[in-house]
């Protein structure tokens, strides 16, 4: 696996960066060694991150929980076999990825966002209405693609991914990451062309 790691949110400062890895490393060691406040240490750092890609790809609040929590409790498992070939980042990314492909295999989603992200930010309830149906909109969109597209999407457009982070954590070439991502914006121009 390449030594790139996923940044959260997209950090320009490399010294930071390589801090932020080292520390997660040095709290996989202690994790690994027994320590069980050095895991929950790495939930704190990692918990909004996962479920927020799980929501993206879930669409259901619950749903989101449960697969955020059954990719750390993964993660406690098989920390023995965590390689440090890759960030620990880039690792839970790939766990929680690939459960939420399965369940969407296993059923799919009705939703992709929640009621409470389509909070107002301060607009008047012309602008919120419309806010909401553009949103509405994308998600119905977002949920016409395959789960391999949508997941290569939700990791680039909404989690600010390289692509060789995606190709990392879905187990694909950086070119196969470039063409779902590619399929996946032709799909979603084409849905969204339809609706206006």
Known sequence: MASCSVTWPPDKDDETRERRKDYDSHL???ARSGSGQAFERLVLRHQQRV???????LGDPGAAEDASQESFLQAWRGLAGFRFQSSFGTW??????????SRLRAKPVEQLLSEEQLAS????PSQLAEARAKLQTLQVAVLRLTPEQRSAFVLRHLEG???QVIAEVLGISVPAVKSR????RV???????EWE
Do not use: F, K, P, W
């Open 92 to 101: 839970i990314y790939r766990i929680v990825t690939n459960h939420c492909l």
């Open 187 to 193: 799909e979603l121009l084409a849905s969204l062309e």
């Open 121 to 124: 930010q301060g607009q008047d």
């Open 28 to 30: 996989v060691a202690l």
């Open 161 to 163: 991914c390289s692509h």
């Open 51 to 57: 479920y927020r890609v799980a929501l993206r790809m």
């Open 181 to 184: 991502i590619h399929r996946a």
